[in-house]
T-cell receptor
Framework: KAGVTQTPRYLIKTRGQQVTLSCSPI?????VSWYQQTPGQGLQFLFEYFSETQRNKGNFPGRFSGRQFSNSRSEMNVSTLELGDSALYLCASSLAPGQETQYFGPGTRLLVL | GDSVTQMEGPVTLSEEAFLTINCTYTATGYPSLFWYVQYPGEGLQLLLKATKADDKGSNKGFEATYRKETTSFHLEKGSVQVSDSAVYFC??????????????FGGGTRVLVKP
């Protein structure tokens, strides 16, 4: 069974631009969560989607948004990029909310210049 | 809110040494506890988990026991290998809460095993 895939793996943007990251969960998994990993703040929860609905959101500004499609694939978008948005963005999938084992993808490394 | 505290690294060991990484948590409910490992340039891999008090999670020679009385979930391995060099994260979730699958992570502990 294929694991969680994330595209692109690396991305370089400039301040003020916007970016869209994609995540394809493990086949059959319907819950997708996103995390931001930075050296200073560590791993922080962004949001979780299930059945195309956002179930939970972390403490991030409104520039960070996401969505989930009917095939469970998810995208996250960051608008008006700031230097501090440089991070590794990780996606995790599980069967459903409350199904505790989450499987992580390799991440998308975003560099904002 | 929920929080996880783990010992800061880096932890440098020789091959075949004993490894312990301390992890303590604060939670209002009855969380599930996890250890994830991150190898250089990769995402997180679930190493082991425990879902209730006194449960012991184990995998690949690593073990951790859910201690409710001390709110701890320390990771141990009896004999480390160079290939165990990685960053280890302790995490919790509380599926009973509306938080769903949200994982709260500790700061991570970098482990370096030298031959």
């Amino acid at each position: 069974k294929a694991g969680v895939t994330q595209t692109p793996r690396y991305l370089i943007k400039t301040r003020g631009q916007q970016v869209t990251l994609s995540c394809s969960p493990i086949s059959g998994h319907r819950s997708v969560s996103w995390y931001q990993q930075t050296p200073g703040q560590g791993l922080q929860f962004l949001f979780e989607y299930f059945s195309e609905t956002q179930r939970n959101k972390g403490n991030f500004p409104g520039r960070f948004s996401g969505r989930q499609f009917s095939n469970s694939r998810s995208e996250m978008n960051v608008s008006t990029l700031e230097l501090g948005d440089s991070a590794l963005y990780l996606c995790a999938s599980s069967l459903a909310p409350g199904q505790e084992t989450q499987y992580f993808g390799p991440g998308t490394r975003l560099l904002v210049l | 809110g929920d929080s996880v505290t783990q010992m800061e690294g880096p932890v440098t060991l020789s091959e075949e040494a004993f490894l312990t990484i301390n992890c303590t948590y604060t939670a209002t409910g009855y969380p599930s506890l996890f250890w994830y490992v991150q190898y250089p340039g990769e995402g997180l891999q679930l190493l082991l988990k425990a879902t209730k008090a006194d449960d012991k999670g184990s995998n690949k020679g690593f073990e951790a026991t859910y201690r409710k009385e001390t709110t701890s979930f320390h990771l141990e391995k009896g004999s480390v290998q160079v290939s165990d060099s990685a960053v280890y994260f302790c995490a919790l979730s509380d599926p009973a809460k509306a938080a769903g699958n949200k994982l709260t992570f500790g700061g991570g502990t970098r482990v370096l095993v030298k031959p």
